[in-house]
């Protein structure tokens, strides 16, 4: 039987005052109760990993730890690959997401890719934890990742950027304008935003604390006066999330149908809201800031991640040198 994991389950279980220990090299634990022991440990912020690793779990969640081999992920995946691709349409009454099916479309290489991670992750966490036996061999080893596709890299120009925030101002749901913009100014993931709590926020320092940096320590990201002002307007108890479902207050609000609102009224086409993070990056770059602040405000773990935006600090430079020179005499 799998045992279902929510990000709501996830977190009770942290907050407790016991945990249940740690098999030491113990071959025989079963993949099942092997995720059971690392969700209760998880304080990340990836509110898919509960799903992807459910999937695993269904899969082989019966095998022992020991019996796993490349194998049997190699065969998981390539029948992963044939599962229709799904799309979010909200949450059950027990506050679990609901995906619908896109018969037509299979399973991206970078979904396949996140779910191969989610157990690579798993099964790298037994062994640093020495819940794996000695010489165990990682069963991920050897599988190479699918090659994804060039990733778009569509941001707004500063005429699309005023529409979309008077559109998301006018939304319906009043925290729209907020989002947005703390997305355009601070370049951080959805999953980071709509999981803020108002603890991780400080108004007077102008700063708010999301997600982890590659050291383990909370990444503060400064905050501009129009988004602190914004905040100030809706400011909470410190448990209670700044975007909240008004009927799960537990859980994010589901801003899908707000969003393409906003987009249709600014007159946007193909454009996600992941890609306000791009927006703001290109708008860092395009300013002067160098690459490597841009990555390192942006949580990019590799240098390679914020390359896709050097070419339009050579612009901005190769701009600025044009309006320069046009000043200059010609020498004949």
Not at 136 to 141: G, R
């Amino acid at each position: 039987m799998v045992t279902r994991l929510t990000a709501g389950a996830t977190t009770a279980i942290v907050s407790g005052s016991t945990l249940p220990a740690l098999p030491m090299r113990d071959g025989s634990i079963t993949l099942d109760a092997l995720v059971m022991l690392r969700m209760q440990r998880y304080a990340g912020r990836d509110t898919a990993l509960p799903a992807r690793l459910e999937w695993w779990q269904a899969r082989l969640g019966a095998r022992r730890l020991d019996s796993i081999t490349d194998d049997d992920v190699h065969a998981a995946l390539e029948a992963l690959a044939l599962e229709p691709a799904r799309y979010f349409v909200g949450w059950d009454a027990d506050g679990r997401a609901i995906y619908k099916a896109k018969r037509q479309q299979r399973k991206s290489p970078a979904t396949l890719n996140r779910y191969f991670v989610a157990l690579q992750s798993l099964l790298t966490w037994a062994i640093k934890q020495r819940i794996a036996p000695k010489g165990f061999v990682h069963p991920c080893a050897g599988i190479p990742k699918r090659t994804e596709p060039a990733g778009k890299t569509r941001f707004l120009d500063r005429g699309e950027r005023e529409r979309l925030l008077a559109a998301a101002a006018r939304s319906k749901w009043d925290r729209l304008h907020l989002l947005v913009l703390l997305a355009l100014t601070t370049g951080r993931r959805k999953g980071d935003l709509v999981n803020l709590r108002w603890r991780d926020i400080d108004l007077d320092a102008r700063t708010a604390s999301v997600g982890r940096t590659k050291n383990g320590d909370p990444a503060v990201l400064p905050l501009v006066p129009e988004a602190v002002a914004e905040l100030r307007r809706f400011q909470g108890k410190p448990e209670a999330l700044v975007f909240a479902s008004r009927r799960r207050p537990q859980q994010p609000y589901d801003f899908v149908f707000p969003w393409r609102d906003a987009l249709k009224v600014a007159g946007i086409r193909g454009f996600r809201f992941h890609d306000l993070r791009h927006t703001c990056a290109s708008v860092l770059v395009q300013k002067g800031v160098p690459v490597l602040q841009v990555a390192d405000l942006l949580g990019h773990r590799q240098l390679s991640m914020t390359q896709r935006y050097a070419h339009l600090a050579v612009e901005h430079r190769a701009a600025t040198a044009a309006r320069v020179l046009d000043d200059l005499p010609s020498v004949v």
